[in-house]
Nanobody, 124 residues
């Protein structure tokens, strides 16, 4: 099992920045990738960004490309999401997720473990 705990969410004005963190504990050696997803009220959970531990390859959704950056440590224990130039439409609960397979990283159902989420609210 892998446990994930997110932190760093909050209220910020449009144009501002936040940095989310996700701490992973347990059998982290079994994971091949981690990611951030988000879910706004009455909307489906959507992919934001992912990182593969092997080689450090990163993926970002088109809606956040150039504004958000995912990074992580080599020990597979922490992943970050640096969010700049935030917009009101970025308001959502942000979830950290871990994948054992490391494939299909844009798909919700490819992840084996999930955190409880952290709220990000961007005011206009």
């Amino acid at each position: 099992q892998v446990q994930l705990v997110e932190s760093g969410g909050g209220l910020v004005q449009a144009g501002g920045s936040l940095r989310l963190s996700c701490a992973a504990t347990g059998r982290t050696f079994s994971t091949n990738a981690m990611a951030w997803f988000r879910q706004a009220p009455e909307k489906e959970r959507e992919f934001v960004a992912a990182i593969r531990w092997s080689g450090g390859t990163t993926l970002h959704a088109d809606s956040v490309k150039g504004r958000f950056t995912i990074s992580g440590d080599n020990a597979k224990t922490t992943v970050y999401l640096q969010m700049n130039s935030l917009k009101p439409e970025d308001t959502a609960v942000y979830y950290c997720a871990a994948s054992i397979s490391g494939i299909g990283l844009r798909q919700v159902d490819r992840y084996d473990y999930w955190g409880q989420g952290t709220q990000v609210t961007v005011s206009s």
